[in-house]
């Protein structure tokens, strides 16, 4: 069974940074391909950054791209995603997601996800 619990988030002031991360256990971590979704207040859920499995190669949303980095620790079956220069904008419950597509597809169609966390909330206060 897949299972992903995902931690990290939290109050920031504007500027600020967080690390979250997401363990995952239950399949073989070469297998799936891992992201990160958030979701805001009335908005729906969307794909903010994905890494592949295979090759390590990313994937971010333009709003994200040069203050958000993704990486993997396979050893530890952990994906980490670093957020920079928050905005208030970033403020979301973020949800990590597995699945068996190309980082491409699955970071901007969530119904290609086999497997989502619980979800963590990040508030980044102006």
């Known amino acids: 069974e897949v299972h992903l619990v995902d931690s990290g988030g939290g109050l920031v002031q504007a500027g600020g940074s967080l690390r979250l991360s997401c363990a995952v256990s239950?399949?073989?971590?070469?297998?799936?391909?891992i992201g990160w979704f958030r979701q805001a207040p009335g908005k729906e859920r969307e794909g903010v950054s994905c890494?592949?499995?295979?090759?390590?190669?990313?994937y971010y949303t333009d709003s994200v791209k040069g203050r958000f980095t993704i990486s993997s620790d396979n050893a530890k079956n952990t994906v980490l995603l670093q957020m920079n220069s928050l905005k208030p904008e970033d403020t979301a419950v973020y949800y990590c997601?597995?699945?068996?597509?190309?980082?491409?597809?699955?970071?901007?169609?969530?119904?290609?996800?086999?497997?989502w966390g619980k979800g963590t909330l990040v508030t980044v206060s102006s």
């Open positions: 890494i592949s499995s295979s090759d390590g190669s990313t």
């Open positions: 997601a597995a699945s068996t597509d190309y980082i491409d597809y699955f970071c901007t169609d969530m119904s290609l996800v086999d497997s």
């Open positions: 239950g399949f073989t971590f070469d297998d799936y391909n």
